[in-house]
């Protein structure tokens, strides 16, 4: 038999289980078995069986369901009322004022009210029946007009009783618009307020014949005075988060009044010319005043007969000017050491004079199998010249391969040999890893091992 898991979702009970497939055609059979079996309080037309996320419908048939798939079982959601919407209504109250606002439907309302008050006046005559003719068209005009109007009028939004604020204790941004306006208004009363100036003869209004004219009076200086507390701040608008708490209060505060005087057109400048200090002085004065004031030696006070008894004169002037310029520049002249051209030092130290390297190492290079090979001692003396492969580094390349050097004996013993390299003349001058040109070196080759390497004998 097929088994399958089942599994409740809210607001079912919570329930996970394992259920075996009864032989069964459809799924409104498997609902029915489990309401009977499972959850006896659910009727099989409130429940939805569904696999996969995908809903199992009761027509269909067991097969679909394979052993192990997980089956969830939900309550239908039942279908909610429609509920009318406020933008549906709008029409019916627009046609009902379009109704209301015809002529025609107005007029036939008219005419009913007036029968109906006709038949209830009949005792009266007929002046009063014209006046109840007339009112009733008009109370029917009149409410209709009324009516027209109510259903015209949006209903009023009930608000909240506005709350009293006193002058200065509103919004911040109240109190810049307050500002704002208040600034505005007080330039535009000064540029209302300004006279007409009476240089502009286009200006001044024409004067009748009888009136007397008028000499002309020099204008008096106007006094402009700026109202810098009452100046809009445009930093105070800004905001900061990084300045300190206050500053927008600290730079409202009351500065001092700034008052430009108005000079007339008229006025005659008079300069006073006067001399400066700097202007009356020469550069020769100038020169002289920087220069040294001189001191007074005490041998001249001496020879006058100036210095009291017990008062001596040396040899030294000490109050001299120049002197301490003499002894400045010989302290520096003692420290400064003149270059003295050098001279060549040759330390002797019995060095044998050696004669220049003859020989060619590509010549060697050529005839290196036909030359004499070293196999004893006695082949070579002091001032023989060997020749030798080792392993090197090529000067020119700068990569490691098998060189040939060549050598003098500098001196022989029964167990090394003392050998000074020679420099190869067909390469040129050659410089080393370090900067410094090759020169000739010593070296010590024991016999036991120089016998090995295939030395061989060049003089």
């Not at 109704?99 to 109906?116: G, I, N």
């Not at 400045?328 to 004669?355: I, K, N, T, W």
């Not at 030798?388 to 390349?397: D, F, I, R, V, Y």
Request: contains cysteine.
């Amino acid at each position: 038999m097929t088994r399958i898991k089942l599994e409740t979702v809210p607001p079912l009970p919570p329930l996970k289980a394992w259920h075996l497939l009864a032989p069964a055609h459809t799924i409104a059979d498997l609902k029915l078995d489990i309401c009977r079996n499972i959850l006896p309080s659910k009727t099989p037309s409130n429940l939805s069986l569904s696999l996969d996320g995908f809903a199992l419908l009761e027509s269909c048939p067991v097969d679909v369901l394979h052993d192990g798939d997980l089956v969830i079982v939900q309550l239908k959601v039942a279908p909610q009322a429609s509920v009318p919407s406020p933008l549906k209504a709008q029409p019916a109250a627009a046609s009902t004022s379009k109704q209301m606002l015809d002529p025609t439907t107005t007029t036939a309302t008219t005419v009913k009210t007036s029968q109906k008050r006709k038949a209830v006046l009949l005792d009266e005559d007929s002046s009063s029946e014209d006046s109840s003719d007339d009112d009733s068209s008009s109370s029917s005009s009149s409410s209709s007009s009324s009516s027209s109007s109510a259903s015209s009028a949006p209903p009023e939004i009930s608000s909240k009783p506005k709350q009293y604020v006193p002058p200065g204790h509103g919004k911040l941004a109240t109190q810049r618009r307050n500002l704002r306006r208040r600034t505005k208004h007080h330039y535009d009363r000064i540029s209302s307020e300004t006279t007409v100036d009476p240089s502009n003869p286009n200006e001044i209004p024409i004067a009748g014949p009888s009136e007397p004219r008028k000499p002309r009076e020099r204008p008096v200086p106007v006094v402009k005075v700026v109202d810098t507390v009452s100046a809009p701040i445009m930093m105070a608008s800004l905001s900061n988060k990084n300045k300190r708490r206050g500053f927008k209060q600290s730079m409202m505060s009351a500065r001092p009044a700034r008052i430009v005087f108005d000079q007339p057109e008229d006025s005659v400048m008079v300069s006073n010319t006067q001399v400066l200090p700097f202007q009356s002085t020469t550069d020769a004065s100038i020169l002289n005043a920087t220069m040294h004031v001189r001191v007074v030696p005490p041998s001249e006070k001496q020879a006058a007969g100036l210095l009291p008894s017990n008062v001596f004169v040396t040899s030294v002037d000490v109050e001299d000017s120049d002197r301490h310029h003499t002894q400045q520049e010989e302290h520096v002249d003692s420290g400064r050491m003149d270059d003295a051209p050098e001279e060549e030092f040759v330390l002797p130290y019995d060095d044998v004079p050696q004669a220049q390297s003859t020989v060619d190492f590509l010549e060697v290079k050529r005839k290196w199998d036909s030359l004499q090979l070293l196999t004893s001692t006695a082949q070579i003396q002091v001032d023989s010249v060997v020749a030798w492969k080792a392993l090197g580094l090529n000067p020119a390349t700068c990569t490691p391969e098998m060189c040939l050097y060549a050598g003098r004996v500098l001196e022989s013993t029964p167990d090394k040999v003392t050998i000074a390299k020679l420099q190869d003349n067909n390469a040129g001058v050659i410089h080393v890893l370090g900067g410094d040109v090759m020169m000739e070196e010593e070296e010590e080759h024991m016999w036991s091992e120089l016998l090995q390497q295939n030395w061989r004998v060049l003089s």
